[in-house]
């Protein structure tokens, strides 16, 4: 533990001075974009509204993680909702620089007791599975729904489709809400031990509490979608409500598991947001634009908050 302490610093600092490096790179580069440019930006008083009702949500998605996140640790720790809040953030912070965002919950366990991180890393597992089961089940529909719409209307009838996607939703849900009884049927194998241990840490939440934490991913993931949705208002994109939704929980999945770090989203988002929304929308400038705000507002602005707890954090 001694050496991990005594990199500790240096690790961190490292850390925030590469994110902030590369998010004043993307902020210099998206200002010389042709979209920064762009006509649709002479905004009105009324479109500015939409961007201050995206923004005024944001608490409201970080309220819900945090809550979900105050609700796994407590199996070994009781923190306040502030503790779990400034983890967030400082999760956040180091999933900004890691691969698909693996440094989120290192981040956050900082703020548990050393003898506890192990057991917060997995239980934030299990959060992160309920989120990825939700995104995948909207995901996935929504998915399924714009190869219904033109110009894909030749598979309308693919029943076979239909069936593959139900039995994956509903296997998912319930492999997820029979974790604990999977922990323990596992114990007939032959497995590490110290895996076994990190598994068994598992069984320690009910079905109930199980669904109680996908119920709090759920209502993350509306939230997000609702903020998306504001956003495009934002870049002056109208398009039913619906056909929306549809567009964005499909554009949610391919960024979700798009291998990625998170600064280099912002690419990544804008050229999904054409993809998707497109097929509502010819402008596809405003589309990609809406891909990238969005991403500042759930992901940078958090990291800048974020930076400030982590730096002030000890091992």
Known sequence: MKPIRAYYPILKWTVLILSYGFLAYKIVEFIHSPASKADWFDLSWHRWGWLLVTLALLPVNLGIE??????????????SFTTAFKSLFSGLATAFFTPNRIGEYPGRVVYLQSGNRWKGITFGLIGTMAQSITLL???LLSFWLLMVHNPFENLRNDTMRTIIF??????????YLSLPKLVWLLRHFHIHTKMMIWLRWLTLFRTRELALILLLAMSRYVVFCVQFYFMLLFCDIHIPFLHGMIAIAAYYLFITFTPSISFSEAAIRGSYAVMFIGLFTANAIAAATAGVLI???????????GSVFFSKTKL
Do not use: D
């Open 66 to 79: 945090a809550i979900k996140w105050r609700f796994l640790v407590s199996k070994v720790e009781l923190i």
């Open 137 to 139: 089940s909207f995901g």
């Open 166 to 175: 139900a039995t994956a939703t509903v296997l998912s849900f319930a492999i």
């Open 295 to 305: 991403w500042f507002i759930n992901a940078v602005i958090p990291m800048i908050i």
